[in-house]
């Protein structure tokens, strides 16, 4: 079951914050977070697992809540080079791969 | 450290010919997944395997799409015949399943054109 992004897209100042979510109707195993430039592959960016969990690195952290059925991307004091499409990566408890959500696009402006 | 390999990088055929993709794993992956992406329908998984098994191929389109893994160190993805709507880049990625959770590793894609 494909899980639900939004926003769909999202333009920004740098310097500006955004928060992006992944919605999924039933609790999941575990969320993976990727960035997809334009023309190129997708790149991993972290992975959560446990309900409550929140982790980060630089000015980019996510959250995944008690019932584990959403997580958050936060991206904090954006820089340019985070423009891009942002896929949240869901598994559920029996299939062990990932249905990626439909994307959003970032656009970080000077 | 080499990262996941495709070739070709770009493919343009004509419909009705034979497509073949091929992808090599990062050394030491057991799990290995083949995406189509397209702007209509996303980021789609194809197929997966795990220690050179076939394990889901439920996102196969149909029987013109074929995939192998003869040994850990390599995979094809055919289509024959092709069609005009198989158009997409193609990605493969690979992962390590352990007793952890492991972030899957994607290569640069194939962008196909069936013309």
């Known amino acids: 079951q494909q899980p639900v992004q939004s926003p769909q897209a999202v333009i920004l100042r740098e310097g500006e914050d955004a928060v992006i979510n992944c919605s999924s109707s039933k609790a999941l195993y575990s969320v993976h977070w990727y960035r997809q430039k334009h023309g190129e592959a997708p790149i991993f960016l972290m992975i959560?697992?446990?309900?409550?969990e929140q982790k980060g690195h630089d000015k980019i952290s996510a959250s995944f809540n008690e019932k584990k059925q959403q997580s958050s991307l936060y991206l904090t004091a954006s820089q340019l080079s985070y423009s891009g499409t942002y896929f949240c990566?869901?598994?559920?408890?029996?299939?062990?791969?990932?249905?990626f959500g439909s994307g959003t696009q970032l656009t970080v402006l000077p | 450290d080499a990262g996941v390999i495709q070739s070709p990088r770009h493919e343009v055929t004509e419909m009705g010919q034979e497509v073949t993709l091929r992808c090599k794993p990062i050394?030491?992956?057991?799990?290995l997944f083949w995406y189509r992406q397209t702007m209509m329908r996303g980021l789609e998984l194809l197929i997966y395997?795990?220690?050179?098994?076939?394990?889901?191929d439920s996102g196969m389109p149909e029987d013109r799409f074929s995939a192998k893994m003869p040994n850990a160190s390599f995979s094809t993805l055919k289509i024959q015949p092709s069609e005009p709507r198989d158009s997409a880049v193609y990605f493969c990625?690979?992962?390590?399943?352990?007793?952890?959770?492991?972030?899957?590793?994607f290569g640069d894609g194939t962008r196909l054109s069936i013309l």
């Open positions: 990625a690979s992962s390590f399943r352990g007793s952890g959770n492991q972030p899957q590793h």
């Open positions: 990566g869901t598994e559920d408890g029996s299939a062990r791969q990932l249905t």
């Open positions: 395997f795990n220690n050179n098994v076939p394990i889901d």
């Open positions: 959560l697992l446990k309900g409550g």
């Open positions: 050394s030491g992956h057991n799990s």
